[in-house]
């Protein structure tokens, strides 16, 4: 095996944060695999242009030669798998995609590095691990008074896009079991932080804002989320793949469980102060409830409590430092937000949110 890691999805908000701190953390060789849909972005990984520790590769993890080919070629000794279709509206509106990348592009996924993990000498086998990213939506939805999800948690995932995140997560279990693949498994709370794609609640709001359009609330804005820094999320990681049990899972959250609309409200707030409306009126009055999305659940709350006494890891950013961190970077990167939000972007949010 060679002095590299594979990152699946690394392009993608999560995926590209964990590429720019793995290699602002070391010179391990990076095999970056996307198969650049909508949702990724090679601009988040334009400060890595000529670096020859990045290399870049367009494709799926369903592409089972091309995916043998990059192990085969690279001899990485881990595989990062970030690749999923992530948007729960989009689950609901087209389950077909969700089906397709997280459930059978996981499956042809593990078969390829099953097959590469088999053809390693002893030694090499010892040192390689598989590491799965998933989500805390696959435990389904808790009450106001519920404890947090823990990793004993049965699966109830409510959407389709939960579904299939379930799906692949037992596919990873069960290829641990059967064939012996040394894996691990991570299931994250909500993330937010640079590079954020403006579908999602946080990124959502602050370009709405910025552009004097509506500030969508689903329902009465009470659901409840535990919300993660995605610098936070990708130390995590690092943390269980440098000394995680392998076959083990762990929840990975920011210990920040905060309702929507407390969410928004701090949103505003802030950009009243950094960058306030030119009439002088609070952000606050551009918030719109809109119509609940269909089985949407009502509280998620993630116990990192495992993660902390087995490999002492805790989030360096609290609810307040990160929000603020997340704000002033989509205020300074402008023209990143341009970029993203095009035509057939625009086109989906008008169709799901009634906004254009």
């Known amino acids: 095996m060679q002095n590299a890691v594979l990152v699946t999805g690394g392009a993608g908000f999560i995926g590209s944060n964990f590429v720019l701190d793995w290699l602002a953390a070391g010179d391990e060789h990076v095999i970056n695999l996307d198969a650049l849909t909508y949702a ?41 798998n970030f690749a999923a279709e992530s948007h729960v ?24 590095v099953r097959s590469y993990y088999g053809q390693l000498g002893k030694d090499a086998q010892n040192a390689f691990r598989f590491l799965h990213v998933s989500t805390d939506e696959v435990y389904g939805s808790l009450a106001k008074d519920d404890p947090a999800f823990t990793e004993q948690n049965r699966y ?7 579904a299939s995140k379930a799906a692949s997560d037992h596919l ?36 709405n ?21 995605v610098k936070d ?35 505003c707030a802030i950009l009243d102060e950094l960058s306030p409306r030119a009439d002088g009126r609070s952000y606050k009055a551009q918030i719109t409830f809109v119509q609940d999305r269909p089985g949407h659940d009502r509280r998620y709350a993630i116990d990192a409590g495992k993660l902390e006494r087995e490999l002492g890891w805790k989030p360096a ?6 929000i603020r961190k997340a704000v002033e ?11 993203v939000t095009s035509g057939a972007y625009r086109d989906w949010v008008g169709k799901q949110y009634g906004t254009t």
């Open 156 to 162: 109830e995932p409510n959407s389709p896009y939960s």
């Open 172 to 207: 990873v279990r069960a290829y641990c079991h059967t064939y012996g693949l040394p894996v691990l498994t991570t299931n994250c709370s909500n993330n937010y932080g640079p590079y954020h794609f403006p579908e999602k609640l946080i990124p959502l709001v602050i370009h």
């Open 89 to 112: 509206d989009r689950s609901i509106h087209g389950p077909g995609d969700f089906i397709q990348t997280n459930i059978v592009g996981t499956f042809r996924l593990l078969e390829a």
């Open 40 to 80: 990724g972005n090679c601009e988040n990984l334009a400060s890595l242009d000529g670096d020859t520790r990045h290399t870049f590769v367009q494709g799926d993890i369903g592409d089972f030669d091309l995916v043998c080919r990059l192990l085969a070629e690279h001899q990485p000794r881990a595989v990062i």
């Open 209 to 229: 804002a910025l552009a004097g359009k509506p500030l969508p609330i689903y329902g009465d804005g009470m659901q409840i989320r535990d919300w993660l820094y």
């Open 317 to 322: 950013e609290t609810f307040e430092t990160g």
């Open 329 to 339: 970077w989509y205020l300074d990167n402008q023209g990143w937000v341009k970029n």
């Open 233 to 267: 999320h990708c130390s995590a990681i690092r943390r269980v793949l440098e000394a995680g049990r392998v076959g083990e899972v762990y929840n990975i959250g920011g210990w920040n469980e905060k309702p929507n609309l407390d969410v928004v409200h701090t949103l």
